[in-house]
């Protein structure tokens, strides 16, 4: 074959293939939704895992349709996917939206709910959860097997101190399988001080104040590695972390 015909061969078919390229793009990302027709489907996906089943895709059409924005049969121009992500995120399980029209007359939302870190049980109020954002969520009755805090509890102390210690636990395997309760109550100065109660075990972990709590649990991990090996999770009945470089340990009577 003459070089002239090598190249005139090779250019057509480079040619060739930029076009099945540009098909192929025009296919996948020029394909955008027809504003003349109408909203056919609406696709309701909602992110789940084990700690935050609060909303389902049921509960999402619900809402659209009491705010008067759910888009099925309107024309795609008239769909305003701004409104619509704003309806939903005016639901407080809801932490992310995003709408979106796609081909065929399809509308896609998609919703991450918030991750609870800890259940919150306040004297003489009702339950709720808290996330690591410090937002407190109602409690819908949902089973969990989050750690529970009880006690002498109010929303600010909640969402600051209760919701930076739920967040460590879920990063910190160890704790977040040692630890099953935390009870909140006052010291003689008024003081919200913390206990805390393990799942091995039938001890009270006497905490304190929570301030440095990561270095006084370094300090009781310390403890259960030399100590409780050698004696026995029985032989104390109480562990104060209360107060720097000493552990207090009071033996059962």
Known sequence: ????????????????????????YAM??????????????????????????????????????????????????????????DAIKKNEFISKVECYKSANGKLCIEVEQRIPVMLVLPEGKESYFVDAQ??????????????VASGNIDEKFASTRLAEFGQ?????????????????LKNRKGERVVELVPRVGDQIVYLGSMDNFQKKLQKLELFYEKAVKTVGWEKYARVNLEYEN???CTKRK
Not at 1 to 17: A, D, E, P, Q
Not at 62 to 80: E, F, I, Q, S
Not at 168 to 184: A, G, M, P, R, S
């Open 168 to 184: 460590f636990l879920q990063t910190n395997e160890f704790w977040n399988n040692q630890i099953e309760q935390i009870y909140v």
């Open 134 to 147: 410090g937002k407190i969520i109602p409690n819908k009755n949902t089973a969990t097997s989050l750690v």
């Open 246 to 248: 000493q552990i207090i």
């Open 28 to 85: 996948i990302f020029l394909s955008g939704p027809d504003e003349d027709e109408r909203c056919a489907m609406v696709e309701l996906a909602v992110k789940q895992d084990e700690k935050s089943l609060f909303v389902n895709e049921k509960d999402l059409e619900d809402m659209l349709k009491n705010a008067h924005v759910y888009p099925k049969g309107m024309l795609m121009r008239d769909v305003d996917t701004k409104k619509i992500e």
């Open 1 to 24: 074959m003459k070089v002239g015909k090598i190249v005139k061969f090779s250019l057509v078919s480079l040619l060739f293939l930029g076009l099945v390229v540009y098909v192929v």
